[in-house]
């Protein structure tokens, strides 16, 4: 996220620019150390509230019980992955003697990861979808099924989930996000159009 790396930054900058000219030089090693400690705490702070995500991400996912086997098993384990690698994550960062490798580990955090902009809209979208898709499956059984517009429905989330679920996180946020756009826009018209037909059967 662009905010969290512009806010780490600003600590890291602090930490690479010398003390100032005034200060005493047996002074400027305690202040560097503590702003070194401030960036690491920042950092790890951050950490934490990705791993607290995830836990309410896999109590979502707990949750939806539409989610099918295969998607749940790469959900399950995507989050169970994220999880050891930012838990980590934070312990290199605890241990960290630069301001460079602080800066190096807020980047993974956000770039080999992204909790906010894909882990959770895969788990969300795909509990959206694979509903709908078992909405269209009943609606078939029921007399006077439109089976046409059924199909139409079922062809638009056809295949989206895998593709969102094969989607690696990675530098890109904007090119991340538009690839989740697309399976949300799929999603949003499959509901619309469900919402329709279930009008013309009343």
């Not at 050891?84 to 312990?91: C, N, S, V």
């Not at 602080?102 to 788990?123: E, H, I, N």
């Not at 969300?124 to 517009?149: F, M, N, S």
Request: proline content about 3%; charged content about 25%; overall charge positive.
């Amino acid at each position: 996220m662009k905010r969290t790396l512009i806010a780490l930054t600003l600590i890291l900058t602090a930490v690479l620019i010398p003390a100032t000219a005034s200060a005493e030089p047996s002074a400027r090693p305690s202040v560097k150390a503590a702003t070194l400690e401030a960036a690491k705490d920042a950092v790890a702070d951050r950490i934490d509230k990705r791993l607290d995500a995830l836990k309410k991400f896999e109590t979502s996912l707990a949750a939806a019980k539409q989610v099918q086997s295969g998607h749940r098993g790469t959900l399950t384990k995507l989050i169970s992955d994220q999880r050891a690698g930012l838990t980590a994550l934070k312990t290199k960062v605890q241990g960290e003697t630069t301001a460079a490798a602080v800066k190096d580990d807020a980047q993974s955090m956000v770039f080999d990861y992204r909790v906010f902009v894909l882990t959770g809209p895969k788990v969300r979208l795909a509990a959206a979808i694979d509903t709908e898709l078992a909405v269209v499956a009943k609606l078939r059984t029921q007399p006077g099924a439109d089976a046409a517009k059924l199909d139409a429905i079922e062809a638009t989330l056809k295949g989206k989930v895998d593709t969102l679920l094969a989607v690696k996180p990675g530098p890109d946020g904007d090119a991340l996000r538009a690839q989740v756009q697309q399976v949300r826009a799929a999603a949003k018209t499959a509901h619309a159009d469900l919402k329709a037909l279930r009008k013309t059967k009343k």
